[in-house]
C-alpha cells in the first residue's frame, strides 16, 4: 500500500474506531492532557502520533512545544501592535503587507508604535525555528521574512476582499466558479509573511503559547502555501462554519469533490501534521 494510501486508512480507521477512554484527551489548552497509558499513542515512527495530533488538532499534548515565560510577553505586545498595523491598513492591504513595509508602519504611526528590538529577534525566531519540532512537516514556502507579494502578479476577486495570484489560482478558482455557481465563494487567498504571522501567531495566544497546537491549525509563517497560489473556498452565508468541517455536509463541498481536478491540500491523513482542511484547494 502506498504511504499516502496508508496514512488516509489509518484516519478514517481512527475515526471509525474512536480511542478507547485510556487515551480520551482533555478541552483544556496549555496544558498536558494525554491520561495514563498514552504512550503507546507514539509508535510506527510517529506517524500514528501525528495522526492523533491532527485529528484532536485544538488539544495539547505532553510533548508539545509552548513558548517560554518571556517569548509569551512578546507575543502579547507583538500581536497587539500587528493588529493596530491591521486596523490601519484595512485587512485586504494587510494580506500583502511584507515585513519592512510594516516595520515602517509601525515606525511611522505613534497609535501602533515601534517594535522593538526583541519583537523583531522573536519573529525572526519564529520564522527561521525549527517547525518539525513543533510537529507541523511541511516545507517551506517563502525563504526569507522579508519576501514580498508583487502587485503585478496579483488579481483583487471582485466582493471577497481577497487577492489571488495571475494564472493558474485565478483559472482554477474561476473554474470552479463555473462549475458550482453563486453558491460557492472565495474565502482566503494571498497571505503574506506578516498575514500567516498574524493568524499563526493569534493562534498560538489563543493556545495559551503552545506553538505545536497552533501548527495543526495553521503553517507557520514562511510555510503556507496562501503564500504561493492555494486558496480557500466556502459556502456564500456559511460564515466560520466553512472552516469547520461541518463544510463537508454541504452542497459545495460535495460538488468540489465531484470535479476530478480538484485537490485539496490537507486531506484526512496529510503528512503535514495538519488538521482535515476541506476548504484548503491546492493549486501548485
Known amino acids: ?81 500587528l493588529k493596530r498595523i491591521q486596523k490601519l491598513v484595512g ?3 494587510f494580506s500583502l503587507l511584507n515585513f519592512d513595509d510594516a516595520i515602517l508602519y509601525a ?14 529577534l522573536f519573529f525572526e525566531k519564529i520564522f527561521y525555528g525549527r517547525v518539525k519540532e513543533y510537529g507541523f512537516m511541511g516545507e517551506k514556502t517563502i525563504e526569507t521574512i522579508t519576501g514580498k507579494i508583487k502587485k503585478k502578479d496579483i488579481r483583487k476577486i471582485p466582493s471577497t476582499g481577497n487577492y489571488l495570484y495571475r494564472g493558474k ?8 466558479q463555473r462549475k458550482i455557481g453563486h453558491e460557492v465563494v472565495l474565502t482566503s487567498g494571498i497571505r503574506s509573511v506578516m498575514k500567516q504571522f498574524l493568524l499563526f501567531l493569534s493562534k498560538t495566544w489563543a493556545s495559551q503559547g503552545n506553538l505545536s497546537m497552533a501548527s495543526r ?9 496562501h503564500g504561493v497560489g492555494d486558496f480557500d473556498v466556502g459556502k456564500k452565508g456559511f460564515g466560520v462554519a466553512n472552516f469547520t468541517e461541518q463544510f463537508t455536509q454541504t452542497r459545495v463541498y460535495k460538488q468540489l469533490t ?18 482535515f482542511e476541506p476548504w484548503h484547494i491546492e493549486v501548485v
Open 169 to 176: 489560482p485565478i483559472e482554477v478558482y474561476r473554474n470552479i
Open 1 to 81: 500500500m502506498h504511504r499516502r494510501e496508508f496514512l488516509k486508512f489509518v484516519a478514517v480507521s481512527m475515526v471509525l474506531n474512536p480511542l478507547p477512554d485510556a487515551l480520551a484527551l482533555s478541552h483544556r489548552p496549555g496544558r498536558s492532557t494525554l491520561s495514563k497509558g498514552t504512550d503507546m499513542v507514539v509508535t510506527d515512527h510517529g506517524v500514528k502520533d501525528r495522526l492523533v495530533k491532527s485529528q484532536f488538532f485544538n488539544h495539547s499534548f505532553k510533548d508539545d512545544i509552548m513558548l517560554s515565560s518571556r517569548d509569551n510577553i512578546l507575543l502579547d505586545t507583538s500581536l497587539a501592535r
Open 107 to 120: 515606525r511611522s504611526y505613534s497609535r501602533i508604535g515601534s517594535f522593538s528590538k526583541a519583537e523583531l
Open 258 to 275: 465531484d470535479l476530478g481536478y480538484i485537490s485539496f491540500r490537507y486531506d484526512r491523513g496529510n503528512d503535514f501534521g495538519v488538521r
Open 217 to 225: 491549525s495553521l503553517a507557520p509563517p514562511g510555510y503556507s502555501y
Open 91 to 93: 485587512h485586504g492591504n
